[in-house]
């Protein structure tokens, strides 16, 4: 059956304005599977926009556990795809939503001044969109910009200190969510600590905390406490080398962390 020529019209724009994201790597292998394992079928030069159709997590690559499915049925490594953020920003292949959720829903979307201001000092603040220190354009407080000049920020620019900390805001509920699809409902986490995870999850991506053992450790029902102390600080590299400042930032996060509060945050917000 031929296809029509207004089909075809209509076919051909869909797919011209599919949203597609940029190869970083020299030469990325796109594999059968979500792995190093699997056979390579595909290779995309630096450059290439790949559209991704879901993600799935896999073997991690510098860190990055995320796998991308590409609109040609194979799977490449998310760290060497320039999406824009550290985390799904698409479904998840075989169903499901990016950012997970508890089952309840009653978990804080949002956390406390405490942990607000704690992401504010480490981010540090950007008035007007300009690139990360990867290169990455972000503004605000650790904002990463979705559209050409960070077009879906609501707030005009150059941002003030306040309208940072809003941008901020409006921004957690996403690592809230993917933090809490991770956890399951024997844990109990008060403000604090809800606040200092939320900060991490903010910094390393919600594919590495899905990955990480400090969420199994905390699944299996170990002291929170020690489980922050002793994992928190193995996530202070970038670029494959140690970095101060994210060594500092574990110390602030296991503190906060540590900091008593009688308010609970997850699985039910108080």
């Given at each position: 059956m031929k296809i029509s020529a207004i089909a075809a019209f209509i076919l051909a724009s869909a797919t011209s304005f599919a949203k597609t994201y940029p190869v970083t790597a020299n030469a990325l292998s796109c594999r059968s599977g979500p792995g190093t394992s699997y056979a390579v079928k595909k290779t995309y030069p630096k450059?290439?926009?790949?559209?991704?159709?879901?993600?799935?997590?896999?073997?991690?690559v510098n860190g990055n556990s995320i796998w991308d499915k590409t609109s040609d049925g194979c799977?490449?490594?998310?760290?060497?795809?320039?999406?824009?953020?550290?985390?799904?920003?698409?479904?998840?292949?075989?169903?499901?939503?990016?950012?997970g959720g508890?089952?309840?829903?009653?978990?804080?979307?949002?956390?406390?001044?405490?942990?607000v201001n704690l992401i504010a000092q480490w981010e540090g603040f950007v008035a007007s969109p300009k690139p990360d220190p990867i290169g990455l354009?972000?503004?605000?407080?650790?904002?990463?910009?979705?559209?050409?000049n960070c077009a879906e920020v609501k707030y005009k620019f150059p941002l003030s200190k306040t309208t940072a900390k809003q941008l901020l805001s409006d921004d957690l509920p996403k690592y809230t969510k993917c933090?809490?699809?991770?956890?399951?409902?024997k844990v109990k986490l008060n403000a604090n600590q809800w606040a200092a995870l939320t900060s991490w999850t903010f910094n390393v991506g919600c594919g590495n905390v899905k990955s990480s053992t400090?969420?199994?450790?905390l699944n299996n029902g170990e002291n929170a406490n020690t489980v922050a102390s002793q994992e928190l600080?193995?996530?202070?590299?970038?670029?494959?080398r140690v970095m101060q400042g994210l060594v500092n930032?574990?110390?602030?996060?296991?503190?906060?962390?540590?900091?008593?509060?009688?308010?609970?945050?997850?699985?039910?917000?108080?």
């Amino acid at each position: 059956m031929k296809i029509s020529a207004i089909a075809a019209f209509i076919l051909a724009s869909a797919t011209s304005f599919a949203k597609t994201y940029p190869v970083t790597a020299n030469a990325l292998s796109c594999r059968s599977g979500p792995g190093t394992s699997y056979a390579v079928k595909k290779t995309y030069p630096k450059g290439h926009q790949v559209s991704i159709s879901c993600q799935t997590s896999g073997t991690s690559v510098n860190g990055n556990s995320i796998w991308d499915k590409t609109s040609d049925g194979c799977y490449v490594a998310d760290y060497y795809v320039k999406t824009g953020v550290n985390g799904y920003v698409t479904s998840k292949c075989g169903g499901g939503s990016s950012g997970g959720g508890s089952s309840s829903g009653s978990y804080c979307k949002k956390i406390n001044s405490a942990g607000v201001n704690l992401i504010a000092q480490w981010e540090g603040f950007v008035a007007s969109p300009k690139p990360d220190p990867i290169g990455l354009p972000t503004v605000g407080y650790g904002h990463l910009c979705q559209k050409k000049n960070c077009a879906e920020v609501k707030y005009k620019f150059p941002l003030s200190k306040t309208t940072a900390k809003q941008l901020l805001s409006d921004d957690l509920p996403k690592y809230t969510k993917c933090l809490a699809g991770y956890l399951n409902s024997k844990v109990k986490l008060n403000a604090n600590q809800w606040a200092a995870l939320t900060s991490w999850t903010f910094n390393v991506g919600c594919g590495n905390v899905k990955s990480s053992t400090l969420v199994k450790r905390l699944n299996n029902g170990e002291n929170a406490n020690t489980v922050a102390s002793q994992e928190l600080p193995k996530w202070r590299m970038a670029g494959g080398r140690v970095m101060q400042g994210l060594v500092n930032r574990r110390k602030a996060e296991i503190k906060l962390f540590k900091t008593a509060s009688s308010q609970q945050a997850y699985p039910k917000c108080q």
